[in-house]
Structures are given as structure tokens and as C-alpha cells.
């Protein structure tokens, strides 16, 4: 999402009679909400969006973010899950206080490469050009053996915000384990992964519902809730 769109948004939100520090948890809710429409092609919102904030109703902030393409996580620049971590930093107003700082998905993705190439490297004997391969194109060949061994790597993230490390280092993860046994699907792995091998803490405790939300629109988007 870009700097313009953001931008307007701000201006329809404040011409709306909601109170600051509810403007990012409002404006969240309708981004998930009209992320999901196309995305996930669910008839109606699904129940479990109402534990992150009550349904809202503000037609012209709607109406814009409709307007809006949708596409998955990773995508540059666009209308993605990685919204909801611009908006959460967007409208904290504790940001400076904590030093809490967005981290944007391609330098997220990046430190997850470097520390999956290490993994690989360290654990399975390859060159640094044989581990950039595989988590770029893939490996050349199964091995559901160290598929498994992947899946035991556990990453904590001390300072995790809404997820600018954890979420490409999820996604990540999941492609590379899939592709080493294809008996497994990359979608159920994002689950197993996020129950067993990811582990977030922060100060805030917005920012980890925020996180929550991210995973939870790319696995709905999966149909998977």
C-alpha cells in the first residue's frame, strides 16, 4: 500500500466521528474485511474477525478499500495482508516512546533468507550459492527426511510488532518444506508451523493481535479458519 493511498484514508478517517486511539483498530477491521472478499470469496465476513474489533460501518472508507486489488502476502507494493502492520504503526501513538519501527516485508524477507541459509548451510552441508537456490527455485529433489528436520527450527521473534520478521519467515518456511516432501500441503504446514515453530513477544500487545490478524487472512484466504 502505497504512501497516497494511505494518505486518503487517513483524510476519510478523519472526517469520521471515531475517537484516535480507535482509528487503526477501525480502519484494520475494514482493510481485513476487504481484503478477504476477493481473496477468500466468503459470502459473509467470518465470525471470528469480530474478536479482533466489533463490525463497523463507514460506507466511504469502504467503498475506497473496494476499489482497492487484493493480492497475497509478498506482493510489492499492493493491497496485502502487510497493510494491517503499516496501519498498526500508523496510528500507535507509542510508536517513539517504545521504539516500535515497521519493518517492511522485503527487509523481513530478507533476514529470513539469511537465517534459513545459515540452517542450511550449518545443518545440511550446502554452499551458500546451493542454499540460495533452494530458497528461491527449490530444491532439485524430494527429501521428506529433512523436510522434518526443517519443521523441528524454532524462530522467536523477542520484539515481533505485527509480524515484519515471523510472517516472510513463515511463508518461507512452509514453501521450502513443501517442496522437500510434497506429500505435505504447503497450506496445512502454514498451520502446523504456526502452532509449533514461531513464537512472538512485544510490549504491545495490540501489535501481537495485529500479527494474529495477518496469519489469520492468509490462511482464510486458503480456506483454512
Known sequence: MNNS??????????????PAEEKGL?????????????????PRVPSWLNRYHAPVSLPCVSRFLAQLTAQPEGTPHAFTPESIAIISELFRSDTRRHNAFYTPFEQGQLLAQKTLTAWLIKHLGLTYDQAQRWLSAGPN???PQTSRRLLQLK?????????GLLIPMWLMLARLAARLDP??????????????????????????????????????SRGIT
Not at 9 to 18: F, M, N, P, S, T
Not at 155 to 163: E, L, T, W
Not at 198 to 217: E, M, T, V
Open 5 to 18: 493511498t494511505l494518505r486518503q484514508l487517513q483524510r476519510l478517517l478523519d472526517k469520521a466521528d471515531i
Open 26 to 42: 477501525v480502519l484494520n477491521r475494514l482493510l481485513a474485511e476487504a481484503w478477504l472478499a476477493p481473496c477468500a470469496r466468503l
Open 141 to 143: 529433489h524430494t527429501d
Open 155 to 163: 524462530i522467536c521473534d523477542p520484539a515481533a510488532g505485527a509480524g
Open 183 to 220: 506429500a505435505q500441503s504447503e497450506s496445512r504446514l502454514l498451520v502446523t508451523i504456526a502452532r509449533q515453530n514461531l513464537f512472538a513477544c512485544d510490549i504491545s500487545a495490540q501489535a501481537l493481535k495485529d500479527l494474529r490478524l495477518r496469519a489469520a487472512l492468509t490462511l482464510q
